[in-house]
């Protein structure tokens, strides 16, 4: 459970100045629940806009008890719910302009964006259903066969779909409509496993740790490394598109 300061005895509230927090006191604050969370997931946290503390003249970062409050509930919906941060950011916001996010209609659990929400006997954000994936998606199911032809979508045990097989079904279909054809995908599909590779060579020491904590902190450190390579991936394509339109 999450603690904040409310002011000593006999003063009354603190002021936000007096509750301010450090970095390395979120950090430590968070860890009971989250012990895999590291400065460098709250800092790339903070560059992907979930979370936006004060700085002071000098430039360290001073977190509020709502920064606090609100750096968990992203890593819950992480964790729990396995959602894309921009998922999460939509929320959060909405949820901050007193807006109620409701549940799409239809009485199966699923979210607005397409994915689903924890329910026993229900799909959820890990694990959908191929029905599930072709309505999320928005694809017919010649264009799933296709794309598993290729191997773009792979179903998992049992038939079922991870929650990121919607996002590549989705964006498999918007690329079609500028006449990208699943074939001319495969270079893209290439160069993921390759990245993929690389994730793998730095965390499979961790992986095999006995610790369960640090077998954690591997999981939350490839998750880290996955969100820093799609970065680059495509800041390189930018920059590679700059050099031949100018």
């Known amino acids: 459970m999450l603690r904040t300061t409310t ?32 400065i460098s997931k709250i800092r790339f946290l903070e560059a992907e806009g979930l979370i936006e503390p004060r700085r002071t003249p000098s430039g360290y970062r001073k977190f509020s008890p709502a920064d606090v409050d609100r750096l968990a509930q992203v890593l819950r919906m992480q964790r729990d719910h396995y959602l894309p941060l921009k998922v999460i950011r939509e929320h959060l916001d909405a949820l901050a302009r007193g807006e109620r996010p409701t549940l799409a209609p239809g009485g199966q659990g699923q979210l607005a964006d397409g994915l689903w929400d924890q329910e026993p006997g229900r799909a959820t954000a890990a694990r959908i259903g191929r029905p599930e994936l072709l309505s999320a998606a928005e694809v017919t199911e010649e264009q799933l066969t296709e794309w598993e032809s290729y191997g773009l979508i792979t179903a998992g045990p049992e038939g079922s779909y991870d929650a990121e097989a919607v996002t590549v079904a989705r964006l498999v279909a918007d690329l079609g409509r500028f006449g990208l054809e699943p074939r001319h995908l495969r270079a893209v599909r290439a160069a993921a496993e390759r990245e993929a590779g690389l994730v793998e060579q730095v965390v499979a020491p961790l992986r095999r740790h006995r610790n369960p904590q640090t077998r954690a902190h591997a999981e939350a450190t490839a998750k880290e490394l996955a969100e820093l390579s799609v970065r680059l991936h495509a800041a390189l394509v930018q920059t590679a598109l700059k050099v031949r339109f100018h």
């Open 7 to 38: 002011g000593g005895a006999g003063h009354g509230t603190a002021s936000a100045d007096e509750r301010a927090m450090s970095i390395g006191t979120v950090l430590l604050r968070l860890r009971d629940e989250f012990p895999e969370v590291t």
